[in-house]
Structures are given as C-alpha cells and as structure tokens.
C-alpha cells in the first residue's frame, strides 16, 4: 500500500486545516488507517485513527478539535484540525494497517507540515 499526505500548510492559532491522506495498492477497506505527528526535536506520537468500521480514536491533546473521516470509495481518510494550536506545529504523517496502528508497523506515508502561529 501507498500513502500520499497531503493538506499541511500555515495556519494561525483557533484556524483549521485538512489534511488528506490517500492510498493505493491494496484493499484499502480493510485497514485501520492512523494519523501521528512528530515536532521538531521530539518524538513521533499518536493522534488518532478509524477502523475500517469507522470507529475513531483521539489522542486526548486532540480530542474535540480533530475529526477523523474515510471515504472509501476514494481511499481516502481525512483529518480535519479546528481549533490549531502552536503545540500542533508538526509533520503528520499517515499510516495503515490491519491491526490497531503503531509507530512499530504497517504502512507509511512521507509526511505533511503543518505549522500554526500564534
């Protein structure tokens, strides 16, 4: 499978922005698909992920102002991010896999910056 993110960009605090993150070369259905980020000198950490039943699961940094989506049709999973903060400034970066999504296995994409200003 091939995860392409996309949507990151320049945002200022209380602003939203979506990302996109979409997949090819496998059946897409069937993977919970992840999101993490990772900030500049720390470490790659959860934000959330939907199964392919389209449960959702938030980091509680997180919880209330992300939304996770899928569109399957399109294989495709959406995050959108309102309410940005300067402690969201990071590359997020996608992933997919059959079991709960983990920094230690499955599908990665390259990376999308989001930076928000205060």
């Known amino acids: 499978v091939q995860l392409q993110a996309s949507g990151g960009g320049l945002a200022q605090t209380g602003g939203s922005l979506r990302l996109s993150c979409a997949a090819s070369?496998?059946?897409?259905?069937?993977?919970?698909v992840g999101w993490f980020r990772q900030a500049s000198g720390k470490e790659r950490e959860f934000v959330g992920a939907?199964?392919?039943?389209?449960?959702?699961y938030y980091a509680d940094s997180v919880k209330g102002r992300f939304t996770i989506s899928r569109n399957n049709a399109k294989s495709t999973v959406y995050l959108q991010m309102n309410n940005l903060k300067p402690e969201d400034t990071a590359v997020y970066y996608c992933?997919?896999?059959?079991?709960?999504?983990?920094?230690?296995?499955?599908?990665w994409g390259q990376g999308t910056k989001v930076t928000v200003s205060s």
């Open positions: 939907i199964s392919w039943t389209g449960n959702t």
């Open positions: 070369g496998g059946t897409f259905t069937r993977y919970y």
């Open positions: 992933t997919a896999s059959f079991q709960f999504p983990s920094i230690s296995y499955g599908y």
